[in-house]
């Protein structure tokens, strides 16, 4: 390359499941020319179930309007926004002011980097948790701030560690990621968190983005951040209809919290986009409008597949939480140690952790994808993720293969 690339990019990789695409495609070539069964990824969380069907004749209706395919309002449509409120409200118990406290995103991915232009300057520190979503650490690097790990194990169920939170130098930390229910480890928030990380904020004067897509899968009821007493002065959340309502191509998505913080966000945003489609906004409105019967039958298919996930799991001799929440399967390998994979990593070349291992031989040897946790920070390196967007039948094509090879090498 002859032009040198910006020094913010230096160490920011293509995201992991971009990269590892290529060496799917290829097993995906070679099973197809020895005429074997098909890739099974059981990896990335992309919900395979169809949206909401007034959305989608919603969508439909106004694609057909003349006057919708026009430039749209920075902010979103009011109906929207009220949607949003309305949906905050019934289901979380949470008044949010639609005039100024509500953000449309283009999926709140898009949120993660508007946040970290809005609120981080070059050089401040940004917590992150190990293991946790990829992109929190990525943007950080990418707006020159320094991401900052804190650990969330097993053995504190996969939550914060605020002892050891108080003990780290916390000078110049700006913004603190957090992630439940939890992605990739399925742990789930309970108010109690909420208010102890409303708390840590409240005392060092740090802002913290919940980040809340699963919040409706697997769980009994849904909870915000937002719903603590002062809350508002310390902490977004970021939400979407990707998870809840199958919906992830749709990038639909938005960002919640006090209207002077979601103002900031909404300068970075007007100079990056001129609102979504209108047609994807209509849209929108009726898939919040859903009542609790659409979720009580989506988990119920849910269920259904973490089950089905979880025998995986039990072939594998990997310990997992049965009842965990989202759209994964989050478990610790056996402690033996893991033969050597077959040809084929995606990483170059570097010593494969434990997890990575197993992942690479299952999927060379039987098709099956699975995702290994290195992904996620150090904290993962010894766990595997399954993920639920895959019906009940190809998670025990998945069973069937996997428990071939094992018979095979006993």
Request: include cysteine; charged fraction near 20%.
């Amino acid at each position: 390359m002859i032009i040198k690339p910006s020094d913010r990019t230096r160490g920011v990789q293509e995201y992991y499941f971009s990269r590892k695409q290529k060496d799917l495609d290829a097993v995906s070539a070679e099973r197809a020319a020895r005429g074997v069964g098909p890739l099974i990824n059981l990896g990335i969380g992309a919900p395979d179930g169809m949206p909401p069907q007034p959305a989608i004749d919603a969508l439909v209706k106004a694609a057909v309007m003349p006057g919708n395919h026009k430039y749209q309002n920075y902010k979103g449509l009011p109906e929207l926004r009220q949607a949003f409120a309305n949906w905050y409200d019934r289901y979380y118990g949470v008044t949010l002011d639609p005039n100024g406290g509500i953000q449309p995103l283009v999926g709140s991915k898009e949120g993660i980097l508007l946040i970290s232009l809005a609120f981080v300057n070059p050089g401040e520190k940004v917590l992150v948790p190990d293991p946790g979503y990829p992109t929190y650490s990525s943007t950080v690097q990418l707006v020159g701030g320094e991401a900052v790990k804190y650990d969330l194990k097993e053995e504190n169920n996969w939550f914060p560690d605020f002892d050891a939170l108080e003990k780290m130098d916390l000078d110049g930390v700006k913004l603190m990621w957090v992630n439940y229910p939890n992605m990739p480890t399925g742990a789930s928030a309970t108010p109690e968190l909420y208010e102890r990380i409303v708390d840590f904020a409240r005392r060092h004067r740090i802002l913290v983005v919940n980040d809340n897509p699963y919040s409706f899968i697997l769980t009994e009821k849904p909870i915000s951040i937002l719903a603590v007493d002062g809350a508002w002065d310390y902490c977004l959340e970021l939400n979407s209809l990707s998870k809840a309502h199958n919906m992830s191509g749709w990038r639909i998505g938005m960002v919640a919290g006090d209207p002077a913080m979601v103002n900031e966000i909404l300068k970075v945003k007007s100079q990056m986009d001129s609102g979504m489609f209108k047609a994807l906004q209509l849209a929108a409105i009726e898939a919040l409008a859903q009542g609790p019967d659409w979720f009580g039958d989506l988990n119920a298919e849910y269920r259904r597949r973490r089950v089905a996930a979880g025998r995986i799991f039990d072939a594998l001799g990997v310990k997992y939480n049965p009842d965990s929440t989202g759209l994964f399967l989050w478990g610790r390998i056996p402690s033996s140690p893991v033969p050597e994979p077959v040809e084929g990593p995606v990483e170059g070349t570097h010593t494969m952790t434990p997890g990575e291992a197993l992942s690479e031989r299952i999927l060379h040897a039987t098709g099956v994808f699975i995702t290994p946790g290195f992904v996620f920070g150090k904290n993962g390196e010894n766990y595997v993720r399954i993920s639920l967007c895959a019906p009940v039948p190809v998670l025990e094509e998945g069973l069937s293969r996997i428990k071939a090879f094992l018979e095979e090498g006993a």
